[in-house]
């Protein structure tokens, strides 16, 4: 149980271009989802945090006009980067928190169940 | 403020045992996570602390002292799989994990 997916694994774009990133709970309700950007060799860095149903909330210096996040259901939610740089190239990886019971045997429900990442690239 | 001070890299022999301390200040506390990340891939959960002393989960078992600010994960009959960041990452009074930079934990044959 608690799995994530995350479409796409990998992107490759044009600068200017918009870029749409999926999370998925598939076998659990998530009524918060994380999103992160990991540089490599360092730490994970919190972007938002999106709760179904309501506006998400961007950590300090994150632009919500440049990553628009969208949580529409309990098991969805999605980034979109807008008009993408080189400098936005990086690992987005999402999180979702399971609710209730589910994932109860792993952790607690304030565990965060981690997507596989996406690389994108922007050339 | 609120920070997490972990080894940056540990190296241990196959078969062997091996203890990543990590030490973490927070603005309240809600819990520890240990999570597990191989080179180019997502975090994987590996245990969950919130009261003080050992919970033991096959291989690995993972120790909080809450008064000392202190956790460690403790890794037996290593494997060579087990090559891996691990990421220790207590939660604060939001709710929010703190992450640090994680312990590069190499393993030789």
């Known amino acids: 149980g608690a799995v994530v997916s995350q479409h796409p694994s990998w992107v490759i774009c044009k600068s200017g271009t918009s870029v749409k990133i999926e999370c998925r709970s598939l076998?659990?309700?998530?009524?918060?989802m994380f999103w992160y950007r990991q540089f490599p060799k360092q730490s994970l860095m919190l972007m938002a945090t999106?709760?179904?149903?309501?506006?998400?909330?961007?950590e300090q210096g994150v632009e919500k006009d440049k990553f628009l996040i969208n949580h529409a259901s309990l098991t969805l939610s999605t980034l979109t980067v807008t008009s993408a740089h080189p400098e936005d190239s990086s690992f987005y990886i999402c999180?979702?928190?399971?609710?209730?019971?589910?994932?109860?045997?792993?952790?607690?429900?304030?565990?965060?169940?981690f997507g596989p990442g996406t690389r994108l690239l922007v050339l | 403020g609120q920070n997490i001070d972990q080894p940056t890299e540990m190296t241990a022999t196959e078969g062997a045992i091996v203890q990543i301390n990590c030490t973490y200040q927070?603005?309240?506390?809600?819990?520890l996570f240990w999570y597990q990340q191989h080179a180019g891939e997502a975090p994987t959960f590996l245990s969950y602390?919130?009261l003080d002393g050992l919970e033991e989960k096959g291989r690995f078992s993972s120790f909080l002292s809450r008064s000392k600010g202190y956790s460690y994960l403790l890794l037996k009959e290593l494997q060579m799989k087990d090559s891996a960041s691990y990421l220790c990452?207590?939660?604060?009074?939001?709710?929010?994990?703190?992450w640090g930079a994680g312990t590069k934990l190499i393993i030789k044959p």
């Open positions: 999180s979702a928190r399971a609710t209730g019971t589910s994932g109860s045997s792993h952790g607690n429900q304030e565990t965060q169940y």
């Open positions: 076998d659990f309700q998530a009524t918060t």
């Open positions: 999106s709760n179904e149903g309501s506006k998400a909330t961007y």
């Open positions: 927070t603005s309240g506390f809600n819990g």
């Open positions: 602390n919130v």
């Open positions: 990452a207590p939660m604060d009074s939001n709710y929010q994990l703190i």
